[in-house]
């Protein structure tokens, strides 16, 4: 008999847990000074092909299901998202039916345009939730040593790390010179630590000299300050922003997500 999905995964899980499965090596790093450098160097998960998958938000169900007597409502803290959503219209039943056209796409990335300060329209991309956008640009953009700006989400490490990169990760802003490619999240998730837009568009210019390029996730550019936003700087060469519909908004079962480059990278 055929198992249920959710069971069949947790057994998979279970074994990559008993065999090592998917963990990853350690690696300390010694700077020239001789003095020990707290940085970290992530390699490919051991069994090549597989990544564990992460995690993401408190699985209410999966509460209830284990404290079955607790009061409700249940609110998830781990996600990050607006739990005032933004009002939504009435929506049409043709709605849910129709493929979307490509003129109903032009006004969705020129309506991201005009939120996000960007001068081109055609310097949006859109899909359904960012994380496809973090998926992908291994893929779209292959770097041998990507650097990362840590603690910070975790899919950003570990995609990369999966497509064979050597992942550097540091807590000091230090660590975004290295690699040819470096990834940021501003605001910061989970610590809320953000960088200012002007020194991060002069971080990517000096990347840039040497054909570096620079992942900036805004996924909570709504709750920081007004000016925090890169987006406007685009097309800066090798910048590459990504925000995201569902958190400041509420609506992350919308599932919409942006990414704001270059043409040369949107056409990818």
Known sequence: MA???GQALRIAERRLDQEGGGQEKQIGLEPHSGRHDPR???TVPERAGVRRMIRHGGDLSRLRRRFPDAPEPLIDLSTGINPFSYPVPAIPDTAYTRLPEQAQIRRLKEAAAGAYGVRDPELV???????????ALPRILPAAQVSVLAPTYGEHAAVWSAAGAAVLEGAGPEVLHSGSVAVLCNPNNP?????????????????????GRLIVDEAFAEFGD??????????????????????AYGLAGVRLGFL??????VER
Do not use: N, Y
């Open 40 to 42: 970290r160097i992530w």
């Open 260 to 265: 704001i480059a270059e043409r040369g990278i």
């Open 226 to 247: 007004a000016h925090l936003s890169v987006a406007p700087a685009v097309p800066l060469p090798g910048l590459i922003v990504l925000r995201s519909f569902g958190k």
């Open 3 to 5: 198992q249920p999905a």
């Open 125 to 135: 991309a859109v899909a359904a939730g960012t994380q496809l956008f973090i998926s």
């Open 191 to 211: 610590d809320g630590r953000r960088l200012d837009a002007a020194a991060i568009e002069t971080l990517q210019s000096q990347r840039a000299r040497r054909g």
